[in-house]
């Protein structure tokens, strides 16, 4: 089923909002039932700490419902005693609770008195730097590295001039939410989209695949979000190179052919981890159907470039 996914999934031409291009994924789409948990929040399933002794590196999620729910990497959790993000994509069972690793992103905050409170999806979801960072370390352990975290939040905190009184990564997002939003506008969700390949400064840095419209539906924001806030730092440099749809296309191949690691997801299915000259991350994978997808370039001679397109969309 996974050749079916190679064979189906397309990346048309991008939206560009100054140096962030966004080039929406297509496709058929999973058979799989499963929602975004966003929506599935909305209906009843929670992410709480752990229960008699939170714990920094671990939550816990419920899925009360009929249908299996995806949290993807990436997605920033917040409350309770402090903010998270998840280390890796999970594909919760109908009715199942499940143990999930995720990392701080609020070092100066563990209010005690607020650990029973559930989660709430946040708006954005971590910039993609940090969330290579913390596919990289993913892969020799399964979860992050929980300092190397804290000092990407504080330096790009620094860097925005952000302030926070407690470390956290929605203040930098706070701190630059007109330019953000001046950005997400211009970089639609395309009906029936399955994902995206972001370019920023004219260099391709992140695949993101949600094998079902609906879901990618909830998680569009969040991450383009995210991918807008690396792009900030590009604006007032030089004019980048625009996209080559045939280059995101490359970066998308090499993610869902490279070979790699095997192993249990943390919930239903497989993840396989992978790591080649042209691709790095993992796709989680369900009865050979393809249901989750977050890749970077890989660490070969040269970087992915792209080229000034002839058009820009609006």
């Given at each position: 089923m996974i050749e079916t996914a190679i064979a189906a999934l397309r990346v048309g031409p991008p939206a560009v909002a100054g140096p962030l291009a966004v080039f929406p994924v297509h496709g058929d789409g999973a058979r799989l039932e499963f929602r975004a948990f966003a929506?599935?929040?909305?209906?009843g399933a929670t992410v709480t700490?752990?229960?008699?002794?939170?714990?920094?590196?671990?939550?816990?999620?419920?899925?009360?419902?009929?249908?299996?729910?995806?949290?993807?990497?990436?997605?920033?959790?917040?409350?309770?005693?402090?903010?998270r993000t998840l280390d890796v994509s999970v594909l919760v069972a109908p009715g199942a609770t499940l143990k999930i690793p995720v990392s701080c992103v609020e070092a100066g905050r563990w209010e005690h008195s607020r650990s029973g409170e559930a989660f709430t999806p946040a708006p954005q979801a971590a910039f993609p730097?940090?969330?290579?960072?913390?596919?990289?370390?993913a892969a020799a352990t399964g979860r992050a590295e929980q300092h190397?975290?804290?000092?990407?939040?504080?330096?790009?905190?620094?860097?925005?001039?952000?302030?926070?009184?407690?470390?956290?990564l929605r203040d930098v997002?706070?701190?630059?939410?007109?330019?953000?939003r001046e950005f997400t506008s211009r970089i639609p969700r395309e009906e029936?989209?399955?994902?995206?390949?972001?370019?920023?400064?004219g260099q391709v840095v992140v695949v993101d695949v949600a094998h079902r419209a609906e879901v990618w539906a909830a998680?569009?924001?969040?991450?383009?979000?995210?991918?807008?806030?690396?792009a900030v730092e590009h604006i007032g440099g030089r004019v980048p190179e625009a996209p080559d749809v045939a280059v995101a296309?490359?970066?998308?191949?090499a993610s869902l052919v490279a070979p790699g690691t095997v192993r249990p997801g943390v919930g239903m299915g497989a993840e396989m981890r992978f790591a080649t000259p042209a691709a790095q991350g993992a796709r989680l994978v369900h009865d050979g159907e393809l249901v989750a997808l977050t890749a970077f370039p890989g660490e070969g001679p040269a970087p992915i470039r792209v080229r000034r397109p002839s058009r820009r969309r609006p």
């Open positions: 929506e599935a929040a909305a209906l700490e752990l229960p008699g002794g939170a714990s920094v590196g671990d939550l816990l999620v419920r899925n009360p419902l009929d249908v299996a729910v995806l949290l993807y990497e990436g997605e920033e959790v917040r409350g309770a005693q402090q903010d730097a940090l969330r290579r960072a913390k596919s990289r370390a190397e975290v804290w000092s990407m939040v504080g330096a790009a905190s620094m860097r925005h001039a952000a302030p926070s009184e407690t470390g956290a997002f706070t701190a630059q939410d007109e330019v953000l029936g989209q399955l994902g995206a390949i972001a370019a920023i400064g998680l569009h924001g969040p991450l383009v979000a995210g991918y807008a806030l690396d296309e490359r970066l998308l191949q």
